[in-house]
Nanobody
Framework: VQLQASGGGLVQAGGSLRLSCAAS????????MGWFRQAPGKEREFVAA????????YYADSVKGRFTISRENAKKTVYLQMNNLKPEDTAVYYC???????????????????WGQGTLVTVSS
């Protein structure tokens, strides 16, 4: 599985950005897709994920109510709409994919097998 992420950039605090990630796979029906991020000097952390089969979504507490993960089936693409961005959201964002995502482990970095290249999001104060 190859993942191609895009959409990062520079935005002022309070602004919005939308990240996209397209998967090169025959079908996503058994997969979950999501996003992690890594800020300078910090560990990589879970942001959001979606289980493709039923559309269930999962979010880190730090982004609930501000970020929304969604999908476009025909394009095999997952999106991360980021609103009300804060300087602490500054990070490299990584798209991830894995077969058989479940709620209890979705936030664990080690369960995600496929990683895309990162896309940098910078939020200025």
């Amino acid at each position: 599985v190859q993942l191609q992420a895009s959409g990062g950039g520079l935005v002022q605090a309070g602004g919005s950005l939308r990240l996209s990630c397209a998967a090169s796979v025959r079908t996503l029906s058994n997969y979950g897709m999501g996003w992690f991020r890594q800020a300078p000097g910090k560990e990589r952390e879970f942001v959001a994920a979606m289980r493709w089969s039923d559309g269930n979504t999962y979010y880190a507490d730090s982004v609930k109510g501000r970020f929304t993960i969604s999908r476009e089936n025909a394009k095999k693409t997952v999106y991360l709409q980021m609103n009300n961005l804060k300087p602490e959201d500054t990070a490299v964002y990584y798209c991830v994919a894995q077969i058989g995502v479940i709620a209890t482990t979705v936030s664990r970095r080690e369960v995600w097998r496929y990683w895309g290249q990162g896309t940098l999001v910078t939020v200025s104060s």
